[in-house]
C-alpha cells in the first residue's frame, strides 16, 4: 500500500517538477545535465551507482570534468577535475560543507545526522574534531580481532556454499563498529535478526532513499513523521548509550571505546584546550560514525574478496605475504601491519577501483567560480566525483584494469592528487586506520584458510555492478577450504 502511495505521489511532483524546472543560470549553460528523470529510473531499477553514472557521461567528466544536475529544483555541480579538487580540499573557507539543513530542511535525514564532524564547518568543526581526534587516537584493535574470529566461526558453518559477502561482510563490519564506538555488541553476526540490527538496518534503509534525497516528499506530514518516528527509535538506543557511558565512567569502568574517550576528552579539565560536546553532538556523532564507519569498510571489503577471487595469481602472492609474514599468529601485530605491503597495495587499488565513497558530502561555492568556459554561480552546491578522478584515462593508465603495483612506491597513495579515497586536505578521513585495520584482519584470516572462487554464473564477471553510489549488488562467492 505505502509503496502505491509513493509512487502515485512520485509521479505527481515529477510531473509539478518537470514544468517547474529550474532556470539554468548562464555560467552552467554549457556543462551536461544529467537529468532527474534518469536518476530516478535508475533508483527504481536499483542501477543508481557510479559505474552507470560514469560510463554513461564518461566523456563530459573525463573532458570537461563536470556535469549537472537537480536536487529539489536547486542545480547542483559534479566536479572530477583533480586540480580543482585539490583546490577545493584545501580552501575550506572558500568551500564550505553544505550544511543538511540547508539542502534537507526538517527531514528525518537532518534530524538523524544534525550537525556532526562531517557536516560542518569553522569553529565548530574545529571543536568537534579536535575531540575526535583524540579519541580516535589509539584503537582498540582486540575488539576488530575478537569480530574477526566470530566472522571464521560464522563461513565455518557455511564452508564451500557459495556465500553472499556484501551482506556478511556488512554483519561483521557493523559488529565491529558498535564494539569500537560504543561498546555495544549488535550480535549482527549471530543473529541477524535481533531488534538491534533490525532498527539500524531499517533506519539506514530509510536515510538512504533516493527518491525521498530528490523529492520533497517529506514536506508531506504522513511521510515526514512515518521516518523521524523510525530514526528517533535509533536515536534513543544512542541516547541510551551515552547515559550507560557517563555512569561508568563515573564508576571508573574502562573499555576503551570512541564514545567513552570522546566524553573523557569533553571532561579533561587539565586540558582547557579541548572545548566540550554536547550530548546532543555526541550522538549525531555517533549517528555519523556508524554510517560512515559500516557501509564504507564492508563495501570495501566485499569488492576486496571479488577482486581476489577473479585474480588467482594476486590472490595466491597475498596469501604467501601473509603466512610468511604472521607465521602461526592468525592476525598481525601492530608491527606485522606495517609489513604486509602487497595487501597494502591491494587494499589502495581496489579503493581505487572501487570507492566506498564515489562522491563527497557536498560543498558550496561561496564566490562565483570561473572553471574552464563556465562559472559556477555563488551558493552552489558542488561534489567531488571521486570514482570519475580514479577511473579517468586522463590520469591513470589502464585505468579499469587491476594492478595492485601502482602502489609498490608507498607514499604513491598519500601523494597523488588522484588518488582520493579517503579525501584530501584537512577533511581527509578520520577512520581511515580503523578501517585499514580491519581490512587487514578480515584479509588474513580468511585467506590463511579459504580460496575464494567467483561461480561461473556471476554478474559481476568483468567488474563489480553496483545498486548504489559505491555499493556493490549482491555478490556470491565460494569458498573452498584450503588443506592445512
Ligand atoms: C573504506 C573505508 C572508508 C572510506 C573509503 C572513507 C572515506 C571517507 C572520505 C572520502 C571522507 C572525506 C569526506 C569529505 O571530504 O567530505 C571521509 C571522512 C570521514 N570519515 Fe571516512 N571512510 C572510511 C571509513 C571510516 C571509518 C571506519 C570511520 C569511523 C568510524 C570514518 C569516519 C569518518 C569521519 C568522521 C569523517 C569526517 C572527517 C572530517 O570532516 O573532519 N570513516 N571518509
Redesign the pocket.
Known sequence: MDFWIILIVVFVLFIIYYFLNPKVPNGLKDVHTVTTLSTLKAAVTNSLGSDRLYLTNQSYLDNDGLIKFQIRGKWFCLISDPVLAKDI?LRPDVFP?LQLDEYLPDTALSHHYGV???HSNGDV?KR??RI?NLA?KVLPVNLVVETGLKLMDIMEEIDNKPIEVVDLMHRFTLDV?GK??FDLDFNNLGDPTNVYVTTYNEVQEELKSVIFTILPLDRIPYFKNKRIRKVEKLEKLFDDMIEKKHKSIAAGRSNGD?LELMIKACNDQDNQENPSLTDLELRH?LA???I???D??A??LATLLYILSVHKDVQQKAREEILRILGDNLTPSAEQHKLLKYLNMIIHEN?RLY???PM??F?KVTEDLKYKNHVIPAGTGIA?F?YGIQHSPKLWENPEKFVPERFENEHFASGNDSW?????????????N??LI??RIALCLILRKYEILLPPNSIHKDRVREKGHGTPQPIELVFKRRAE
Open positions: 580540499f560543507k556532526n564532524v562531517v568543526w568537534q574534531r575526535c580516535f563498529l569500537v564506538v570512541l556523532n555519523i560514525f556508524m560512515a564507519g559500516h564504507t569498510t563495501n570495501a579503493l570507492p566506498p565513497v563527497l558530502p560543498r567531488l571521486i582520493l579515497a579517503f579525501g584530501g586536505g584537512s577533511r581527509m578521513c578520520l577512520g581511515n580503523l578501517s580491519e581490512q
